[in-house]
């Protein structure tokens, strides 16, 4: 199975500036014939059900505003949101679905300073 | 506007059974994969199981392989779970999306996901 990790565990940002999540995967996630890296991003809030915000390694879900945006390949992938909100307090998970079974992040909890 | 509803959770012991149904509406339902992913209190997220738009594939994680079923109705818009031979470490909200895979045999990302359904295996 593919093993995700992710750092930092926890980070608390400050209104308006910059949060970085790091996502590494236990191989890599593309396939050489195909220019696509196989991971996904999810929000999760407290008492709700998670949020896609990112699949394809860089494309924005529907309706995700564009202060969130992922970038990376192979095994290392970065979610990054800019402007941090106060909506946006909540735990951040990446997913592989390069290989069965798709497996997730231990996920990132993002706070404000 | 795209629903997945979530039911038949509840507090059983363990060895006993559960069949969890999701409801969907908003969209096509028999043209998309769904799966379950289940998330253990205070936990993270565990892919359980999927099943394409024509039940042609289904998969499911090594630890529930032989004792969760994963089925489906395309003519009631309906996903289910059948769990049998539940352990405590079933312990968990139960959650349906759908699975965007790129292709029918794969499992993909899921969106969006219903509000889940909890399931507590305790004697």
């Known amino acids: 199975d593919i093993v995700m990790t992710q750092s930092p565990d926890w980070l608390a940002v400050p209104l308006g500036e910059r949060a970085t999540i790091s996502c590494k995967s236990s191989?890599?996630?593309?396939?050489?014939?195909?220019?696509?890296?196989?991971l996904a991003w999810y929000q999760q809030k407290p008492g709700q059900p998670p949020k896609l915000l990112i699949y394809w390694a860089s494309t924005r879900g529907s309706g995700v505003p564009d202060r969130f945006s992922g970038s990376g390949s192979g095994t290392d992938f970065t979610l990054t949101i800019s402007n941090l909100q106060a909506e946006d307090v909540a735990v951040y998970y990446c997913q592989q679905y390069y290989s069965s079974p798709v497996t997730f992040g231990p996920g990132t909890k993002v706070d404000i300073k | 506007e795209v629903q997945l509803v979530e039911s038949g959770g509840g507090q059983v012991k363990p060895g006993g059974s559960l069949r969890l149904s999701c409801v969907v509406s908003?969209?096509?339902?028999?043209?998309?994969?769904l799966s379950w992913v289940r998330q253990a209190p205070g936990k993270g997220l565990e892919w359980v199981s999927s099943i394409n738009s024509r039940s042609s594939y289904i998969k499911y994680v090594d630890s529930v392989k032989g004792r969760f079923t994963i089925s489906r109705d395309n003519a009631k818009n309906s996903l289910y779970l059948q769990m049998d031979s539940l352990r405590a470490e079933d312990t968990a909200v139960y959650y349906c999306?759908?699975?965007?895979?790129?292709?029918?045999?794969?499992?993909?990302?899921?969106?969006?996901w219903g509000q889940g359904t909890l399931v507590i295996v305790s004697s």
């Open positions: 908003g969209f096509t339902f028999s043209s998309y994969a």
């Open positions: 999306a759908r699975d965007l895979a790129p292709y029918d045999f794969e499992v993909g990302w899921f969106d969006p």
């Open positions: 191989q890599g996630l593309s396939y050489s014939s195909k220019n696509k890296n196989y």
